[in-house]
């Protein structure tokens, strides 16, 4: 805002911010809401990963190559094939059903093809990570309710010429295909309907220190309010950057909505030499659950609960 001959006047001065901060506002929202969706499939977080982030309009996420600046992102000779294998539910590979499958890619001695090069092994590794196994009736009621239409497939090959084939559908679902020509249909972990699929823990509880341990971040959160409180113990994935400190199950960074939130700014008195921070890592940690019911944890409420009063952090890989 200027007025004649290039001067700022005291209004423009006072309005200027105000309308930047508007804009970050309308930038958040817009943002945000890609993350959220209401009913049983509700879905919510703050970090977007790559895998997700290739569907966002060219807008939002102007750094980065997307599906809208591709001619085509599929592979015509490999979609042919799994849409006639995905057709025969005899081919979908039982077990590991609200568990996650990436064990069964080695993605360290794989190769990969894919349109645009969008993606990488870290971007596909964090992709299997958020996701876990799920039914294929439940997957393609999904698909069928939310009728998101972006879409991905890209090929993972081995030496031998052994190769695995993702289709990777927008808002975190895949359908991988292995290499014996069986598959499985995976959802992000963070959906509200995909939770009552996830497998129980067994967590152990000592009498003595009363430290609960054994017990899987997602499980947790699941269970938050029965934690709520108590002293835990959890190995997982701590990453940070800009107003964000979380810990995921597995060896990769997971979306918000299926990480605990770490309150590092709240070490136990006492307990500050056990407390070996580190940016990014596979972690150990000893701290108190807590959760806030309907406000969420972390920057913005965006973690389902958090980790408090830091009694260790260290790394252990």
Known sequence: MRCFKGIQCPVARVLAPLIRVQKLLIVVLATTSLGHS?????????????????????????????VAG???TLLPGETNLIARLFDDPTKERAGLI???????????????????????????????????VVPRKHWVDHQTEWKRTGRYVFVLS???????????????????????????????RGYACVQSLQPAAAPS???ETNLVSGIAVTNLI??????????????????????ASQVSDGHVRGAATSSLWVAYYQVKPGSEEKVKWAKEGFVRIVGTLKFRPGLGSGHLGG?????TDLEVFELIE
Not at 104 to 121: F, V
Not at 168 to 180: H, K, N, Q, S, T
Not at 303 to 307: F, L, N, R, Y
Request: hydrophobic share 40%; proline share 5%.
């Open 38 to 66: 209401h009913g049983p499939c509700a879905r919510a977080f703050t970090h977007t990963p790559v895998h997700e982030r290739i569907f966002l309009p060219k807008t939002l996420v102007k750094e980065q190559p997307t």
């Open 70 to 72: 591709l001619t085509t």
């Open 98 to 132: 609200g568990s996650g499958c990436a064990a069964e890619l080695p993605l360290a001695g794989l190769k990969i093809r894919c349109a645009g090069d969008l993606l990488n092994t870290r971007n596909i590794a964090e992709l299997l990570n958020c996701a876990v």
């Open 158 to 188: 081995d030496s031998a010429g052994e190769e695995f084939t993702i289709d990777l559908r927008e808002g975190g679902c895949a359908v991988v295909f292995f290499p014996d020509r069986t598959y499985r249909c995976i959802m992000d």
């Open 205 to 207: 509880v000592s009498v």
């Open 222 to 243: 699941e269970r938050k309010q029965e934690f709520h409180g108590k002293r835990v113990e959890i190995k997982g994935y701590y990453w940070t950057a800009f107003e």
């Open 303 to 307: 973690w389902p609960a958090e980790i």
